[in-house]
């Protein structure tokens, strides 16, 4: 493959009538009618610094996981910072085919299952994409293998994959921020996602079946804090396809009561953001007045701590 140029992702403009309200606590008196889309921080809550592991997951696929993955990819990358996205989602691999991996001609290409069976580093699994300061680990059906030949280590690999990288960098890791898309099940390569991870970033779509599914994904959390990474915590919940209603404000309350410490984002229903895949570019290039990406775009500058303007 011919390496393509790769386009800059632009900061956002949004008005300020257009940016959600930040709140510590839910406003329960206000009638639904009345109430605007708000992001819940908690007051235990303190922006990250870099370099970070990130992972989106959820049990129940639909949820807006690998659009989360990418828009929070496509902020802090037009913010400054650089980016790797890691696609640990073999059913579909939608991450890989909507960020297009650029791999140079003539040479071997790589993937997630080529690190899970050591057959290289991560580094040499990682590709550039269209977009500047985001690099990608893509995958395919083939990382299937992972969950019934079981390397051995495989729960530690990408945890040992992104240490050895810092180690090998003289201690500090070649990106600000890692981005785990985790496959909408609790098999092995999500237990290894969940395990390299300092934050879970969970989306949940507006509706009930998504709540049920939140149970699974809750044990197995545990079960990794437990047994492979009892620094992991879950960072961030995003209501997804959100819109005015009761059953959202009651969404937001219960997750907010299940998660204490996690930021709460709403992320607003956008026809134009959900033509973004097909068009194989972040919502903010494709749709950048719409109101997702300047949810996305809102979030990532709270979760993390930018470069100064000019540094």
Known sequence: MTESPRTALPPLDSPPGD?????????????????????????TFRPATPARVYVAVNQKGGAGKTTTAVELAAAWAAA????????????????????????????????LRSVFFDECTLAEATYPTLFEG??????????????YERPIGAENAIAAAIAQEAQEAGGHSPYDVTLIDAAPSLGLVTVAALTAGDEALVPVKVGGL?????????????????????????????????????????????????YPDAVVVPIR??????????????????????????DYDQAAHLFLQMPEAGA
């Open 269 to 294: 229903r956008s026809v134009r953001a959900a033509e973004a895949p097909i068009a194989e570019q972040p919502v903010r290039l494709y749709a950048p007045k719409s109101t997702a990406a300047g």
């Open 19 to 43: 940016r959600l309200d930040v709140v510590s606590a839910w406003d329960a008196d206000t009638p639904y009618q009345a109430w605007r889309p708000q992001i819940l921080v908690p007051p």
């Open 80 to 111: 400054g910072l650089r980016v790797r996205v890691i696609d640990a989602d073999h059913q579909e691999a939608a991450l890989s085919v909507w960020l297009m991996p650029q791999y140079p001609e003539g040479s071997p290409r790589h993937s």
């Open 134 to 147: 985001v690099d990608v680990v893509p995958s395919g059906l083939d990382l299937s293998r992972v969950e």
């Open 210 to 258: 998504d709540m049920k599914a939140m149970a699974s994904l809750d044990r197995t959390i545990r079960s990794v804090q437990r047994k492979t990474n009892p620094k992991l915590k879950v960072g961030a919940v995003f209501l997804t396809a959100w819109d005015k209603s009761d059953f959202a404000r009651q969404l937001a309350t219960k997750v907010s009561e299940d």
